[in-house]
């Protein structure tokens, strides 16, 4: 079965609501005349204070779906600070990026956090984006595929099969993100066939074929092409190149299967 690719932008601390307007205008201008049966399913992830103002831009423009960047699991209370699913319910959010490794590094989040989100995000209907990835140190020592083997094994823990199947995962090498330096392709594309292996025998080979992974690292329109041509990469989780209409555009054409 063949899976719709997914070009998502995680702006991170980026963007007020001008900045997020006068970028969101670019992209929605730049998705216009493309076809949306060829296009890739495309996300925008911004900071919580601009869902607002995306959701505006977008209102019009149905290529274009709305993520938030986290949230908290809790349904409310003394949570200084976290936003909830209800609060997200306010606006067209999708999907939840959660398990990114600079709130995993930044904000210790455990792996048992992250499961927890990952259960109240499908509970209300969302759609995770559930981040994974090994430290420079973890692939020189060679565990790469035993540490992302046990964060996708604690990350589904308790998540039944149909769920699993509609949730979205992201292997992002923690040394490729922000450095400019994205992994090879080949070897993006055999980890992300590790992952898939690893939720085949979680669940089966049926949620392991139709589970959508994501690669994420230093992405840019000169290296999208040549990812999406592997079997297994079914897309990307974008930062820096996010962040300018043009690129991200060039990204979302570069996952186009005839060049637009
Ligand atoms: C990310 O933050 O998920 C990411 C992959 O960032 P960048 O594309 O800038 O490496």
């Given at each position: 079965m063949a899976r719709r690719p997914i070009i998502a932008g995680n702006w991170k601390m980026n963007n007020?609501?001008?900045?997020?307007?006068?970028?969101?205008?670019?992209?929605?201008?730049?998705?216009?005349?493309?076809d949306?049966?060829?296009?890739?399913?495309?996300?925008?992830?911004?900071?919580?204070?601009?869902?607002?103002?995306?959701?505006?831009?977008i209102k019009n423009e149905p290529k274009i779906a709305l993520a938030?960047?986290?949230?908290?699991?809790n349904e409310s209370g003394a949570y200084t600070g976290e936003v909830s699913l209800d609060?997200?319910?306010?606006?067209?959010?999708?999907?939840?990026?959660?398990?990114?490794?600079e709130r995993r590094q930044m904000f210790n989040?455990?792996?048992?956090?992250?499961?927890?989100?990952?259960?109240?995000i499908?509970?209300?209907?969302?759609?995770?984006?559930?981040?994974?990835?090994?430290?420079?140190?973890?692939?020189?020592?060679?565990?790469?595929?035993?540490?992302?083997?046990?964060?996708?094994?604690?990350?589904?823990?308790?998540?039944?099969?149909s769920d699993a199947a509609k949730s979205v995962i992201a292997y992002e090498p923690i040394w490729a993100i922000g450095t400019g330096k994205s992994c090879d392709a080949v070897e993006a594309n055999r980890t992300i066939g590790e992952i898939r292996k690893v939720?085949?025998?979680?669940y089966s080979a049926d949620v392991a074929d139709k589970i959508r992974i994501l690669y994420g690292g230093s992405v840019k329109p000169s290296t999208i092409v040549e990812q999406m041509?592997?079997?297994?990469?079914?897309?990307?989780?974008?930062g820096g190149a996010s962040l300018k209409a043009d690129s991200f555009v060039e990204l979302i054409k570069g996952a186009m299967p005839v060049s637009v």
């Open positions: 007020n609501k001008a900045a997020a307007k006068e970028l969101m205008e670019g992209i929605v201008n730049g998705v216009k005349s493309l949306a049966d060829l296009m890739p399913e495309v996300v925008v992830a911004p900071t919580f204070t601009a869902l607002w103002q995306v959701q505006d831009c938030a960047q986290n949230v908290n699991p609060m997200l319910a306010d606006f067209d959010v999708k999907f939840v990026i959660i398990g990114h490794s989040e455990s792996d048992e956090f992250i499961n927890e989100k990952a259960k109240a499908l509970a209300k209907g969302l759609i995770p984006i559930i981040c994974c990835g090994e430290t420079l140190e973890q692939r020189e020592q060679g565990v790469t595929d035993a540490h992302l083997a046990s964060q996708i094994t604690k990350a589904f823990e308790g998540i039944s099969a939720i085949a025998k979680l041509a592997q079997s297994e990469i079914d897309g990307g989780l974008i």
